[in-house]
């Protein structure tokens, strides 16, 4: 089955210590995206890619990077997390355009923890 | 900017109907998505509007009104696997913006 992956689905680190979360897909979409659920939130994007194309809000924190080295892995960086990055992240892909349902396919989600 | 609401925590009866609503202020509009996630889960998609009316698939159906900026949800025929948090989503371009959702608790 075609599908969005997320590893690892639960990750611990420490203060200020560097994580890797990791999303790929058998989809073919263009479009991956990356979001910061906290509970009982939202879910927050904080950047996109469409195609190699990187998108990042304006609201997302120096301390979150992302890279896509092909069209089924992107890779979501945190440089030094602290205490309020403990969340869920949410993997996401979509066919890119705006002309048609084109919904987003969500991976399982990552629970970080921060101690 | 956009604005989403949506009502924090409903509860029903399983069995029963439930129309959970959704508002919103957007400078630009594509479209609507309701999504369903259960907790700790990833949200999975249940349906789309772009134009005004009601769209039917089985139990759900989703209304909108892009004059109002107002859509609703609605669950007929309620079960207990139905408790989840209900997401409303505003596409702008190929971008959605989700709401915080709507805890919807089916009891027996």
């Known amino acids: 089955d075609a599908m969005v992956i997320q590893n690892p689905r639960y990750q611990v680190t420490q203060f200020g210590k560097p994580v890797t979360l990791s999303c790929s897909q058998t989809?073919?979409?263009?479009?991956m995206y990356w979001y910061q659920q906290k509970s009982s939130q939202a879910p927050k994007l904080l950047f996109h890619y469409y195609d190699k194309d990187f998108n990042n809000e304006a609201d997302t924190p120096d301390n979150f990077q992302s890279r896509r080295p092909n069209t089924s892995f992107c890779f979501l960086d945190i440089r030094s997390p602290g205490l309020g990055d403990a969340a869920m992240y949410l993997c996401a892909t979509s066919r890119g355009g705006q002309g048609s349902t084109y919904e987003q396919y969500f991976g399982p989600g990552t629970r970080l923890t921060v101690t | 900017g956009q604005n989403i609401d949506q009502p924090t925590e409903m509860t029903a009866t399983e069995g029963a109907i439930v129309q959970i609503n959704c508002t919103y202020q957007t400078s630009g509009f594509n479209g609507l998505f309701w999504y369903q996630q259960h907790a700790g889960e990833a949200p999975t998609f249940l349906s789309y509007n772009v134009l005004d009316g009601l769209e039917e698939k089985g139990r759900f159906s989703s209304f909108l009104s892009r004059s109002k900026g107002y859509s609703y949800l609605l669950l007929k025929e309620l079960q207990m696997k139905d408790s989840a948090s209900y997401l409303c989503?505003?596409?702008?371009?190929?971008?959605?913006?989700f709401g915080r959702g709507t805890s919807l608790i089916v009891h027996p």
């Open positions: 989503a505003v596409k702008r371009s190929y971008i959605p913006t």
């Open positions: 989809l073919n979409h263009n479009v």
